[in-house]
């Protein structure tokens, strides 16, 4: 059995009965005694219920229906209107008039033996949208309308009862009550208002209050192929001179499918199905089809999955009208317009229904019933006409049955309602579910839809599809083994020795690169596995090469269909009981270096307006582990109606196969000496003046990660967390050492700006040392954190991230120390020349502007957008910390050493350490964390090209600033800096001329200002 995976899972024609409000409703049926006058032909027919029947308590689960259709008599008297003014004049489609129906309560209590009482709401619209969809809240019924979108609900309350009319049927007879939109009598457009006003909405629209409301419901009591339909009839009561008056309205709908299916129409599937099976083009075809026990499972998984496609009469050579024909089903203008391609036009199989059954001899058997409806694939209809219940010449109702004796599914095909007798069950419908897959064959499940009739074919057997999808591999086939059969091997060969020719640059580049191969360490099936793992490319991508008119970027799927004998995904040897353990075949001595090339089938999907005429392209051919190349042919489906394709004779079952292709892929080593990305070029084989030509396309894909390499991310994640507690733990020693300094010289406290400390402050209370990540806040992951999960959970990493952060508080408090220490040597020195408080290092004259800066393009930001862009700039603050430091040092024109040597070279090699780090590691940044965990973060920092050599250079060009700042005085830098008699800097000035930090002899005699000079120096030593 295989089960199909549900990424493209749509659901199945389950209605929802979904509540706009949890409040339930109180139900007193006060109109039991009008019900009865009303209702009293319905309450006549009814019969006694049968003791022990459970279907009346099933009333409120199978009496429901959704998106059906309604139509309303020929009249002047519309029920509602419809707001076509914004729908676009080229636009095809019809709005689609659905009905829905709950059943709200089912009164037990009351019940006699001939009915019971019920109450319901009916929901009708008239939608081009998908919002037709919830439950209405019973209690208060309302008229709502927009652009293409009106509905309609309707409370009701009522009888239930059971007849044997009609063969039997289950019958609702309601009294209902809504708000009406109002119609203009005196008017040729009954809805005049519409066009009035702007913008409907409850307060706008004008509202009658209507409770003469009758509304029957016949359900069929049993549920079969030739009496599956709902049919009701909604009226009004009120005369036709009244304003609430409408006309008729007619409802039609299926059973839903948690209602009993009785197979019993043998007699009618007999006419489309005996002899079993029937000899169609397929049973010669060659290809093979499933015959195991599991039938049921996989049509009901694929069905729900997905719609097929219709496949145009490609090879029809009858008349324009024979062959233009979809099938037994009437086409709307939407289909016609195709011309008989059937472009966009899909096929539903709804409600399955599939009974599992002993056959003769052993063989397994299985009785189906369905309904296939015939649809544009308009995309906002989608998952409605999914969903759609209604039976009409759009639709065909199915019964009939499956033998794994020969894996055909035969049916008779039934279009629009189907009578007791059968008489519009015309069709044959043979579908098959393929095991074997081949460049020309990718589908999943085939079939056909012909006429019955031989002698009177009325219309070109319709053949529909359903296109294998790379996600189905994970969990496919998981008994059935499907296969894969090479046809183009000799082909791809050929495109092989033209663009691979033998050179001495192909040797270096073989000898010195590595590109995706078989492991050694995995058997072969596993290897394979892995290795199709590693060609899937599923990544956005540019023309090569890249122009500066910037195009924009379309969307690559490269999916490995398969590699080697491998079909799919190999998983059984996750499993120790069934796992194969073979060695790896491409080190047995039996296999040559020409055997390792790969065979390989593959799907290419091309996202982008440019590239709709070939989006999607089925390819076989050849890889080459060797250089990372695969040599493929390519097949675009270009089937379309048999007038284009009439004269092109080199088709190859409706498929250009005309087309080369060539991936290249990134080698998995060295990649910081190559771009890692994949090259991709397109060619055509054909003429130019075919008209399946097309120019030759060759696109570049972003940078891609393989397999090991994104687990290399473990071990990546761990050294970068060793990094930055190494350099967090040198740069504490750093900070440690300059306050011991400070305390041997006390003096040249004053003279360390506090916007230096005050940068490095902020930085660690921000990001870390890298500027990437956070110390207090973490912001989770909105793209990439389910893929991480796991890495979440080792507690080795996380014990880093919390030394980590340990340490970076650390740092903040010693720079805090600092600052203190500082600031208090500076309130010292004002105290002891209160008088002379200019000659105090201050950092308020530093020349610093926060209301503006320019950015690292030249353009200048307001305050507003850098607070935006704080965490990129704080970290280019940091590494340009010592720039405060030198132009105080020029300022105060200082005679010491404020800084110790340690202490600023040490931080700056901390600083430059990430810029080093980012230069030498690979280019590619790591997609599966966020920001906060890669050690340098390309996008903050400024950790570019030009940054990792711009900044470290400036950074070391202000630290042996400093050091000459500080290895001679200001007079002696000054004639240093003398070039022919022309001084670089200013004439010294005595504004800061360092006062001593000893207190004078006169301070002595003074008790207070003694006691105030020691209690500042014990609290400095503090």
Aim: aromatic share 10%; charged share 25%.
């Amino acid at each position: 059995m295989f089960i199909l995976g549900l990424a493209n899972y749509v659901p199945e024609m389950e209605f929802e009965f979904k509540r706009e409000s949890s409040v339930e409703v109180e139900h007193n049926y006060e109109r039991i005694g009008e019900v009865k006058k009303h209702c009293k032909s319905v309450l006549s027919s009814a019969s006694e219920f049968k003791a022990g029947d459970n279907r009346i308590a099933d009333i409120k689960e199978e009496l429901n229906f959704g998106y059906g259709d309604w139509r309303k008599d020929v009249g002047d008297a519309p029920i509602m209107p419809f707001d076509d003014r914004d729908i676009p004049e080229k636009l095809s489609q019809a709005p689609s008039n659905i009905s829905s129906f709950w059943i709200t309560d089912v009164d037990h209590k009351h019940r006699t033996r001939k009915s019971v009482s019920v109450s319901g709401v009916l929901m009708l619209g008239i939608t081009l949208d998908t919002s037709f969809a919830e439950r209405p809240f019973e209690g208060s019924p309302r008229f709502q309308i927009w652009p293409a979108h009106t509905q309609l609900a309707i409370s009701f309350e009522g009888v239930y009862t059971e007849t044997k009319q009609n063969g039997g049927e289950r019958v609702l007879c309601l009294l209902g009550s809504a708000m009406l939109p109002s119609r203009e009598s005196e008017s040729n457009n009954p809805w005049e208002w519409l066009k009035d006003s702007s913008d409907q909405n409850d307060n706008q629209v004008p509202l009658l209050q209507d409770d003469q409301i009758l509304l029957v419901l016949h359900y069929p009591l049993t549920h079969t192929l030739t009496n599956r339909v709902i049919r009701g009839e909604l009226k009004s009561l009120n005369p036709k001179s009244n304003a609430k008056y409408f006309d008729q309205v007619h409802i039609l709908a299926q059973m839903i499918k948690s209602t009993k299916y009785e197979f019993g129409s043998d007699k009618i599937v007999s006419k489309a199905c005996d002899p079993y099976p029937y000899r169609d083009n397929m049973m010669n075809s060659g290809i093979d089809v499933y015959t195991g026990d599991s039938f049921c499972a996989i049509l009901e998984q694929v069905t729900n999955s997905g719609a097929f496609t219709v496949v145009p009469n490609w090879k029809c050579n009858g008349t324009d009208d024979y062959c233009s024909k979809l099938g037994p089903f009437v086409s709307d203008k939407e289909i016609k317009a195709t011309n008989g391609s059937f472009k966009d036009v899909i096929l539903y199989m709804q409600d399955v229904r599939c009974k599992p059954t002993n056959g003769h001899r052993n063989a397994s058997v299985a009785r189906v019933a369905a309904v296939f409806r015939a649809a544009p694939a308009s995309e906002d209809q989608y998952r409605v006409q999914w969903r759609r219940s209604g039976l009409s010449n759009m639709t065909l109702a199915a019964e009939g049955i499956w033998n794994s004796s020969s894996g055909q599914l035969c049916m008779v095909g039934c279009l629009g309602i189907v009578d007791v007798e059968g008489s519009s069950c015309n069709s044959r419908i043979c579908l098959y579910v393929p095991l074997s897959f081949s460049l020309k064959q990718r589908s999943i499940l085939l079939g056909s839809i012909s006429s019955i009739d031989r002698s009177n074919k009325q219309y070109y057997p319709l053949s529909f599809e359903r296109l294998v999808r790379p996600t189905e591999f994970w969990n496919y086939f998981r008994t059935s083994n499907p296969y894969y059969s090479y046809s183009k091997i000799r082909s791809a060969g050929a495109i092989l020795e033209k663009n691979e020719p033998f050179s001495f640059g192909t040797l270096v580049k073989k000898s010195l690169l590595q590109y995706p191969k078989l492991d050694d360490t995995d058997d072969f099936l596993s290897s394979l596995s892995f290795l199709a793992e590693d060609l899937t490319l599923q990544i956005s991508a540019v023309p090569d090469p890249f122009s500066n008119s910037h195009p924009p970027r379309v969307d690559i799927q490269m999916d490995i269909f398969s590699v080697g004998p491998l079909f799919g995904r190999y998983w059984n040897s996750r499993n120790a009981t069934t796992a194969e353990k073979e060695a790896p075949y491409h080190v047995k001595a039996e296999y040559t270096e020409k055997q390792l090339l790969l065979n390989v089938s593959a799907q290419l999907t091309i996202i982008g307006k440019d590239y709709s005429n070939f989006s999607v392209l089925f390819l076989e051919g050849l890889y080459d582990p060797h250089f990372g190349r695969m040599y493929l042919v390519g097949c675009r489906d270009v089937r379309a109606s048999w007038m284009i394709l009439s004269q092109t004779m080199d088709l190859e079952s409706g498929l250009d196969c005309s087309i080369e292709v060539i991936v290249s892929y990134p080698p998995t080593t060295a990649r910081w000496l190559v771009n890692p990305t994949a090259r991709i070029s397109i060619s055509s084989q054909r003429t130019e003046d075919d008209p399946l030509y097309f120019g030759t396309i060759k696109l570049q894909t972003l940078p891609i990660m393989y397999r090991k390499q994104r687990e290399d991310i473990l071990s990546r994640r761990g050294v970068e967390g060793i990094l930055r507690v190494l350099t967090l733990s040198f740069a504490i020693a750093c900070i440690s050492s300059q306050l011991f300094y400070l305390k041997q010289d006390v003096d040249s406290s004053p003279f360390i700006s506090l916007v230096m400390l005050g940068v490095q402050a902020l930085g660690y209370s921000l990001p870390l040392i890298t500027g990437a990540e956070a110390l207090f806040k973490r912001e989770a992951s909105d793209s990439y954190e389910t893929q991480s999960y796991d890495l979440e959970k080792s507690q080795w990493l996380s014990l880093i991230d919390y030394t980590v952060k340990l340490l970076v508080l650390v740092m903040f408090l010693l720079t805090l120390r600092l600052c203190q220490k500082v600031w208090k040597s500076r309130i010292r020195l004002l105290s002891r020349a209160p008088l002379e408080s200019h000659r105090v290092p201050s950092d308020k004259r530093m020349p610093l502007q926060t209301d503006r800066f320019i950015d690292s393009r030249g353009n200048s930001q307001t305050l507003r957008e850098w607070e935006i862009e704080l965490e990129e700039y704080i970290g280019l603050a940091q590494d340009f910390f010592l720039l405060p430091q030198v132009i105080g040092n020029f300022m105060w024109q200082i005679d010491c050493k404020p800084l110790r040597k340690l202490y600023f070279i040490g931080i700056t090699a901390v600083r430059l350490l990430p810029h080093l780090y980012d230069y030498i590691r690979a280019p590619v940044p790591n997609p599966y964390f966020v920001e906060e965990y890669v050690f340098a973060n390309p996008t903050m920092d400024f950790f570019s090209n030009f940054g990792d050599v711009a900044i470290p250079i400036t950074a070391v060009f202000l630290a042996a600033v400093v050091y000459c700042q500080q290895r001679w005085n200001y007079d002696q830098l000054s004639q240093i800096l003398t070039f022919r008699q022309r001084r670089l800097l200013p004439a010294g000035s005595r504004t800061y001329e360092r006062l001593s930090s000893k207190p004078f002899e006169a301070e002595l005699a003074s008790d207070v200002n003694r006691s105030a000079s020691n209690k500042l120096e014990d609290d400095d030593e503090e």
